[in-house]
Antibody
Framework: QVTLRESGPALVKPTQTLTLTCTFS??????????VSWIRQPPGKALEWLAR???????YYITSLKSRLTISEDTSKDQVVLTMTNMDPADTATYYC??????????????WGQGTLVTVSS | AIQMTQSPSSLSASVGDRVTITCRAS??????LDWYQQKPGKAPKLLIY???SLQSGVPSRFSGSGSGTNFTLTISSLQPEDFATYYC?????????FGGGTKVEIK
């Protein structure tokens, strides 16, 4: 059974660095073809894809936030970590991690975490 | 980045209605487009991938069509559990981009 769960602080101050962890089970990021992405959704707004990491450690980022984002993996713990620097109130959102559908397009997400709401406020 | 224009942004419909949502891309995607359903407070759920393939477990009243720049999600007979927000997602190239969403409300 595939599961993903996001964890991290619910509240961060402007200019701080956010670190979110996606802990997953039911698959391994060491398996060929496995990809995990981070996606966010500001309150009442649309979804926005942020970053992706692959089984071979290839990484992809949204262009507009590339300088602020880092995605990494801890395969020993079955975790994917997203860090975002210089947080701003506009980064207030629910952050999701999602796994790409195996054998398909790396941008098709068949399993999602429940999401974690991050509020940026002083 | 590829821009995805989804329409309408909202619609009101009755149970049993046929509902159509469209997504237009700023450049050709082939068939690299997916559709998701999202209910309040929940993560999105994959409905359709590769423009027209029904995800396992999704009712057959959902269907997708289109290629290139124009895509459609159709719900053949709207059910009470279908009231939600729907998003298209292009995965033709990176960065991936979502449409703005279509909220389907009860008439």
């Amino acid at each position: 059974q595939v599961t993903l769960r996001e964890s991290g602080p619910a509240l961060v101050k402007p200019t701080q660095t956010l670190t979110l962890t996606c802990t997953f089970s039911g698959f391994s990021l060491r398996t060929s073809g496995v990809c995990v992405s981070w996606i966010r959704q500001p309150p009442g707004k649309a979804l926005e894809w942020l970053a992706r990491i692959d089984w071979d450690n290839d990484k992809y980022y949204i262009t507009s936030l590339k300088s602020r984002l880092t995605i990494s993996e801890d395969t020993s713990k079955d975790q994917v970590v997203l860090t975002m620097t210089n947080m701003d109130p506009a980064d207030t959102a629910t952050y999701y991690c999602a796994r790409a559908k195996l054998g398909g397009n790396s941008g098709t997400f068949d399993y999602w975490g429940q999401g974690t709401l991050v509020t940026v406020s002083s | 980045a590829i821009q995805m224009t989804q329409s309408p942004s909202s619609l009101s419909a009755s149970v049993g209605d046929r509902v159509t949502i469209t997504c237009r891309a700023s450049q050709g995607l082939g068939n690299d487009l997916d559709w998701y359903q999202q209910k309040p407070g929940k993560a999105p759920k994959l409905l359709i991938y590769a423009a027209s393939s029904l995800q396992s477990g999704v009712p057959s009243r959902f269907s997708g069509s289109g290629s290139g720049t124009n895509f459609t999600l159709t719900i053949s007979s709207l059910q009470p559990e279908d009231f939600a927000t729907y998003y298209c997602l292009q995965n033709y190239n990176y960065p991936l981009t979502f449409g703005g969403g279509t909220k389907v409300e009860i008439k």
